[in-house]
């Protein structure tokens, strides 16, 4: 299935940009400068409010070439529901991380409809900051790459996002959204550049993603609905992950998640729900993991409802998330710790209606991969190995 994955994923990661529709805007008639040197923000913001403004379809057009950009925001509503950004060059983020200030991130869309982001490369220019915080320096948190906000109907396809500062793509508040055949890569040692972040948004669509970062390839926050994610390779990275969740007593719900043809290559997890060791309201449910790969994952398949980072504010230690009707099937490969499968749930709100189905994870060492469970419930089905704990 790796193989197979692979190959796939080679296919839809080729861009294939779209014609141009309507009127066409391109940025060096603004102003903008393809020598990677002057900054090309206020030339793009003049095409997008052209584009915004225009009662037709519009396309903003970037050609090839390395354009400097400073913080930018692409405002809306606009006057017409199909703007595409169609980009063959490459944006690149000053290098020196003070620039950004206090912003926290590089380049935003917000209240738009009909918004379609089509190929580019997007540079981070990450590496500084990260220094920064490997020599336990005063450092800024640091600059998410590209945002989508409040907004709908959103197509993000063929993209390239490197070294972010801190995530790479978050999409926040928003209805609708497809994102295909992107490439995101940071080093594995790169603190906090989550690949995908989805919070708060109804209705988003993953597919044919190649993910290679220092935090989890795919990380999915508080109010999280119908998420479906399917032919994505992850590694390094920290894996698929739904959490943290509960550090708010009134987070809102994740349900409706689906997880699909996945290969991990050496990854801390593989398929992860993690929820802080406090009281919360909150719940997961309704999640389906299948048919993934794993390939020396420290751990394959874990639910972990202890997390409390310095062992501080979690009093009881004893999380308030509810986590119900979860499935894994067909999940097999390679675990690099003896215990492959981990569910570690809460004491006052046990984990209920685990299914597991067809799993085989070898352990790496000599002995046979284990099985832990504390405060979880559920059936089997098929071959099971290791033997469950449930």
Not at 170 to 195: E, F, L, Y
Not at 367 to 377: F, I, L, N, V
């Amino acid at each position: 299935m790796a193989n197979i994955l692979i190959s796939l994923l080679l296919t839809t990661l080729s861009i294939h940009l779209i014609a141009s529709v309507g009127a066409v805007y391109d940025i060096v008639d603004f102003g903008a400068k393809s020598d990677g040197q002057t900054d090309s923000a206020n030339a793009l913001l003049s095409a997008w409010n052209a584009a915004c403004q225009s009662t037709s379809p519009a396309t903003i057009y970037v050609p090839n070439g390395k354009f400097l950009v400073g913080h930018v925001t692409f405002m809306g509503p606009c006057a017409n529901n199909k703007i595409n950004v169609q980009t063959y060059g490459t944006f690149v983020a000053p290098s020196n991380y003070a620039n950004f200030g206090s912003a926290g991130e590089w380049i935003v869309f917000d209240k738009v409809v009909g918004l379609s982001v089509y190929g580019g490369t997007f540079d981070g220019s990450g590496s500084g900051l990260w220094a920064c915080k490997a020599s336990g320096g005063s450092c800024p948190d640091g600059t998410t790459s590209m945002t989508f906000r409040n907004s709908k109907d959103v197509l993000i396809s063929g993209l390239t996002s490197l070294n972010s500062e801190l995530y790479h793509i978050v999409i926040d508040n928003c209805d609708g959204v497809t994102v295909q055949s992107v490439k995101i890569s940071a080093p594995g040692n790169s603190p906090n550049t989550d690949g995908i972040h989805v919070q708060g948004s109804n209705g988003v669509t993953v597919t044919g993603a190649s993910i290679q970062t220092g935090d989890d390839c795919v990380s999915i926050g508080p109010g999280t609905t119908n998420l479906w994610i399917e032919l994505v390779s992850c590694g390094p990275g920290h894996g698929i992950s739904i959490g943290s969740l509960g550090k708010g007593y009134n987070e809102r719900g994740v349900q409706n998640v689906t997880v699909k043809t996945t290969v991990f290559t050496g990854t801390e997890n593989g398929l992860r729900i993690k929820t802080w060791g406090r009281p919360s309201d909150t719940f997961v449910q309704g999640v389906v993991f299948e048919h993934a790969v794993m390939q020396n994952v420290q751990n394959p398949i874990i639910i972990d409802q202890n997390y409390c980072p310095d062992n501080k504010d979690c009093p009881d230690q004893s999380s308030g998330v509810r986590i119900s009707q979860v499935t894994y099937t067909d999940i097999h490969g390679s675990s690099a710790s003896k215990v492959a499968v981990k569910f570690d749930c809460s004491p006052t709100n046990p984990c209920s209606g685990i299914e597991l189905q067809n799993i085989k994870l070898t352990y790496s060492g000599a002995q046979p991969a284990e099985a832990s469970c504390t405060h979880a419930g559920g059936t089997t089905a098929g071959f099971i190995i290791p033997r469950s704990c449930l």
